[in-house]
């Protein structure tokens, strides 16, 4: 079946410094790719996403591009800050399924410190 | 952006009781809503499909009897916990998709969650 896998949280950053985190997945068919994050206490918000290989998402300086050849989705922003602190969750929508649900990643939890 | 409003954001109940849970979008029409319930490691896990008019698919482990999915219209799905008990106690969100001609990529519109405790 369809999966996603992210790297493992948590994830504490210096203000300024340099994110990645690693999503990969495996699916049959040609997925389209998501990246939600969450803020404590509240629901998921769509980051950036990306519907076909080579395709880059970009969002609020966090960017990720869709890599076919190595079933990967890594999000990236070169300069984090402490508002940036929250849960990002890699997600894929698998066009062969019915229903058009999501696959989430574990999520990763990032924390940015001043 | 579309707007999922869920509601109530929290709520204590006591044990043996029942809990419902509403999800609404606010300016699209959702054929479609997914039910989640978010552990504390912070996994999110489907529960169930709502489906506008028609039964809701519960995900294989999710008791149909204990979480009752309603999707009476375009707009409403409603979550109902049954005799609620403290294992019970998580943070639910809903979702919903906006009709398009290739549903497998529009977005996916999150309401804000309902921390339920069951005391």
């Known amino acids: 079946g369809d999966s996603v896998t992210q790297m493992e949280g948590p994830v504490t950053l210096s203000e300024e410094a340099f994110l990645t985190i690693n999503c990969t997945y495996t699916a049959t068919g040609y997925p389209s790719l998501f990246w939600y994050v969450q803020y404590p206490g509240e629901g998921l918000q769509l980051l950036l996403k990306?519907?076909?290989?080579?395709d880059k998402g970009s969002n609020k300086g966090f960017e990720a591009t869709y890599r076919k050849e190595t079933t990967s989705f890594h999000l990236e922003k070169g300069s984090v800050q402490v508002s940036d602190s929250a849960v990002y969750f890699c997600a894929l929508s698998d066009r062969h399924l019915s229903g058009s649900r999501l696959t989430f990643g574990e999520g990763t939890q990032l924390t940015v410190n001043p | 952006g579309a707007v999922v409003s869920q509601h109530p954001s929290r709520v204590i109940c006591k044990s043996g009781t029942s809990v419902k849970i509403e999800c609404r979008s606010l300016d699209f029409q959702a054929t479609t809503m997914f039910w989640y319930r978010q552990f504390p490691k912070q996994s999110l896990m489907l529960m169930a499909t709502?489906?506008?008019?028609?039964?809701?698919?519960?995900e294989q482990g999710v008791e149909k009897d204990k979480f009752l999915i309603n999707h009476a219209s375009l707009t409403l799905s409603t979550l109902t916990v049954t005799s609620a008990h403290p294992e019970d106690s998580s943070f639910y969100i809903c979702?919903?998709?906006?009709?398009?001609?290739?549903?497998?990529?529009?977005?996916?519109?999150f309401g804000q969650g309902t921390r339920l405790t069951v005391v």
């Open positions: 979702s919903a998709r906006d009709r398009g001609p290739k549903g497998w990529d529009t977005e996916a519109f």
């Open positions: 990306a519907t076909k290989a080579d």
């Open positions: 709502s489906n506008e008019g028609s039964k809701a698919t519960y």
